[in-house]
């Protein structure tokens, strides 16, 4: 006798202020969310470190004095993903070269080697959500992107 899953769609969201102490925030709530819904290992280590990038550059590059940051998490079924909305409506994603001994300017292709699948979705009038999917199990028989 076989047993059926019934998968379960989980959401989250919280809203954090436009400081550089909410990137240290992000990281701890996106684990303990990830953790309570059963996650563990490197997906969870990944959309932290992710998530750490995306807050960074919303703080540092969008909020610019509108004060707030918001986080979504959606999972369902081994596929869970990550949303960081900013104030700041147009695309501002350009692949900066990264400077031989430089900190900066490896963020956004980092996010892009660690997810399963990225991207920005852009309205001048209503911020910018900036989101990514990482699965649990990324050894499943599924087609990387752009494959």
Not at 30 to 45: A, F, K, N, Y
Not at 73 to 83: K, N, T, Y
Not at 95 to 116: H, S
């Amino acid at each position: 006798m076989s047993t059926l899953r019934n998968p379960v769609l989980r959401t989250w969201e919280t809203a954090l202020t436009e400081h550089s102490t909410s990137v240290r925030t992000a990281r701890r709530l996106i684990r303990e969310q990830l953790t309570s819904w059963g996650w563990g290992g490197d997906p969870v280590d990944d959309l932290v470190l992710i998530a750490s990038e995306l807050v960074t550059n919303a703080v540092v590059h969008a909020c610019q004095g509108y004060g707030e940051i918001r986080l979504y998490l959606q999972e369902f079924d081994g596929d869970c993903r990550l949303e960081v909305w900013d104030p700041r409506g147009d695309l501002h994603l350009r692949r900066p070269r990264p400077r031989c001994f430089g900190e900066g300017g490896r963020g956004i292709e980092l996010v892009r080697r660690l997810a399963f699948d990225f991207g920005v979705i852009a309205r001048r009038d209503a911020g910018k959500r900036v989101w990514v999917r990482v699965l649990l199990d990324p050894t499943d028989d599924l087609p990387s992107p752009g494959s």
